[in-house]
């Protein structure tokens, strides 16, 4: 038998729940790792202020693109060789130029370190938000963990319940904080599966907007459950995508 996270054409779960298909869209971010500078006459020792090139705006005072091995306050950075210094309380934000779908997916993931430096000696936090039209959601990101001279990934995933532009922004809350590396995907709703067993084979099929997704299957769901790609050609028209899969097996798990 087959488990899917599917609806039958009568509403009813085949067997169980559980499944899926799985794409993201990398969502293009501007001047990411804060390498476009600016020159002044504190480039020497790294530092380059407001206004910044790229696709970053506003800020507070300083807003600095930072060489940080330069002024001794980190040996390396996640991505490239500049990093951001935030220290004054305005936000830096970016148009993403990217439209939002009800129920789409957001992730946003980037890079926080605290300096080795003076700069590092008390934690420092930081604010960031994902504007998705005229909704936001924040979530304060703290150093306090982080060992001096270190960097760590953080993570905010939403799911707006309304379409719009997306946005990102990031504020400094207390300290000196540090960014570097910021990327964004996006995720697609799930789609509906139906599933009708017909015979010894399960016809699966789900809509056209889900055409990135892929079938995956497992012979079990002990962890760490092994999801391979499933051999079955899919079929599309213009009535959405579909896949018979074969129930020969004792047991079988498909997402």
Not at 21 to 41: K, M
Not at 84 to 106: F, H, M, N, T, W
Not at 137 to 152: P, Q, V
Not at 221 to 232: G, I, M, R, S, Y
């Amino acid at each position: 038998y087959y488990v899917v996270s599917a609806l039958s054409a009568a509403s009813k779960s085949p067997n169980s729940s559980e499944a899926s298909v799985v794409p993201a869209a990398t969502v293009v971010v501007g001047n990411p790792s804060f390498e476009l500078t600016t020159t002044n006459t504190y480039s020497v020792n790294g530092w380059n202020t407001l206004p910044q090139p790229g696709a970053w705006a506003g800020g507070g005072n300083p807003f600095d693109t930072l060489n940080p091995t330069i002024g001794g306050h980190f040996a390396s950075v996640p991505a490239g060789t500049n990093c951001c210094y935030l220290a004054g309380s305005g936000p830096i934000s970016q148009d993403l130029k990217a439209a939002i779908g009800a129920g789409e997916r957001v992730d946003l993931t980037f890079a926080q370190g605290r300096a080795s430096s003076y700069l590092g000696t008390n934690s420092s936090s930081l604010t960031a938000t994902i504007f998705v039209g005229s909704q936001s959601w924040s979530t304060n990101f703290s150093d306090s963990a982080l060992a001096s001279g270190s960097w760590r990934t953080n993570r905010l995933s939403i799911a707006p319940t309304a379409a719009g532009k997306l946005q990102v922004a990031f504020t400094n809350v207390d300290g000196n904080s540090f960014i570097d590396d910021v990327r964004l995907t996006v995720l697609p709703a799930a789609p509906t599966i139906s599933a009708v067993l017909t015979g010894d084979s399960l016809a699966l099929s789900w809509g056209l907007e889900a055409g990135a997704y892929q079938l995956m299957g497992a012979s079990n769901l002990v962890p760490p459950v092994a999801w391979t790609p499933e051999a079955v050609a899919l079929q599309t028209n213009a009535q959405g995508i579909s896949a018979i899969v074969p129930t020969g097996q004792k047991s079988r798990f498909v997402r």
